[in-house]
């Protein structure tokens, strides 16, 4: 009887676990999935945004036709850099390839700088 309850909960767990691991997978892609859309309101819009940490990100804004670098806390919002000549990066897989795209390139042009 011990051996017959043992493989009954060796199968409860063989068919929930894979149907709350799907269920977490969704969830989560809900969640984060909306930090990274692009959010319209008139001339004013967020392009990408990455969480630095706790309540922190970088932000990428578009105001009109100029695109600014944010920093954004729970304290403050601070203008880190006016993006010349920036267009989005279209065909990146995650905001996060697309950041460090951004990053290349304005390290590549800061080492260029203090040439």
């Known amino acids: 009887m ?7 909960a060796l199968l409860r767990i063989m068919i929930t676990l894979p149907i709350v691991l799907v269920m977490a997978y969704f969830t989560i892609k809900l969640v984060f999935g909306r930090k990274t859309m692009i959010h319209h309101k008139g001339s004013l819009q967020i392009i990408e945004q990455i969480s630095l940490g706790n309540r922190a990100f970088l932000v990428i ?3 009109a036709d100029d695109y600014y670098l944010l920093g954004v806390t729970e304290q403050q919002i601070q ?3 006016k993006l010349t000549g920036y267009k989005p990066v279209e065909g990146l897989s995650d905001s996060a390839d697309k950041f460090s795209h951004l990053l290349a390139k304005l390290t590549k042009k800061g080492g260029e700088r203090s040439k």
Not at 2 to 8: C, G, H
Request: charged share 30%; glycine share 0%.
């Open 79 to 81: 203008l880190l850099s």
């Open 61 to 63: 804004t578009k105001v």
């Open 2 to 8: 011990l051996e017959f309850d043992f493989w009954k």
